[in-house]
């Protein structure tokens, strides 16, 4: 980790070099309000959907960094879905923010007066078609943040045209910055001629999601006998998510469905393990819960109705979906959580609570992302035999040691927030120049 830290130094030393800065810092006050009289403007692209909680997550997460580092920032959200509620949220955490739904005059006037456009962290480049609108129309900069590069070195001819990946790395190349959140991501744009003159590892915005809902996650800690500090949370997750059993016009897939069939078993295998060794060896409950809208029945069939009689007593299953504010407000009380999920951990990293990661070769390479903030031990392979033997022992390790586990999350909980200050730090730079 010390060499990527020392990467990054390298690189952001020659970026401000280029720009002419001597004297660069959280305090810069030449900015464009000091030309303009009035603070700098973003349009943040983000808000994928609200089926999971950790799309939900990226936003509320970039919108507290830019509350942290730049106050004076005006932001505009324009969201591809902020429906279930999650729209209310936002504006009830950040006041002051404005939404601009696609097709509407509010876009519109986004477009005329907003400054810089910043890609929010997601999976990909999700919304590429809209940066390049940006271009084209407004001429103006933008900027892409903690997102995965999902384009494997054969994706030019199996999945993707050569013309798709060329035109992926022209709108990388045209940006003012790219912050991948795994360093695969970043390997392989760099491979595949990727030359934005800042490219870095960046953390996935929703490290800093601090959303809350304490009552909520009170009465819910509270009917159900979950003591804070004395539960971790145990998610579930087939290989790939059946969207068709939770959104209007998305068609039933037979062959990912046969997939998921195929792996389920083997896939929740070492997490009932897990369950198990921790009720019956430790004075530690579990709590199996969603990240997403399919995982309740999930949990139920591949966790909870397998679990003997005298385990069961003391495992709770959560049958309704939550939004990210309550979710989070149990991940806190936790003593940890493990799973085969990605942002439920990421959140919880973010605020000092242990959390491992299992993953599988069906999803991106965004899991990496714990070999880049220090916890390599804390990720696992289902498609690796000796990752999956190891996945028990560990989370039961957790459970005994939570004093130790914590601090190796608070460690890399503060590498994470160091890089979130340094990339804010750059947006800065942007919004300056």
Known sequence: MNNMIDEYQRSRRSFFGKLGFTALGLASSTCIAAETHRAPRILLRSSWQTVNIGDIAHTPGVLSLLRRYLPAVEVTLWPSNVDNGVEQLLKKEFPKL???????????????SCDFLLHGSGASIVAENDLVRWREKTGKPYGIYGITFPMKKSAATETRTKKAVARSIEVINRASFVFFRDSKSLELARELGAKCPNMEFGP??????DLRDANRAEAFLKTNKLRAGKFLCCIPR????PYWTIKDGVKFDAVKNARNEEMKEHDHKPL??????????????????????????LGKEMLYDRLIDSVRDRVVWRPNYWLTGEALSVYICSAGLFGNEMHSPIMCIGHGVPALVCRFAEQTSKG??????????????????ADQAKIASTVLKIARNPEVAKEKAIAAKSFVEKRQKETME????????
């Open 98 to 112: 404005v939404v601009a739904k696609p097709g509407t005059e509010s876009l519109e006037q986004a477009f005329e």
């Open 204 to 209: 996935d915005a929703a490290f800093a999601c």
């Open 238 to 241: 087939l290989r790939y998510t």
């Open 272 to 297: 009932l393990d897990a369950i198990t060794d921790v009720v019956t060896q430790t004075d530690m409950k579990v709590l199996i819960c969603p990240e997403d809208r399919t995982q309740m029945a």
């Open 368 to 385: 990496l992302m714990w070999n880049d903030i220090g916890l390599s031990d804390w990720l696992f392979d289902h498609d690796s035999a």
């Open 426 to 433: 750059i947006l800065r730079v942007q919004l300056d120049a």
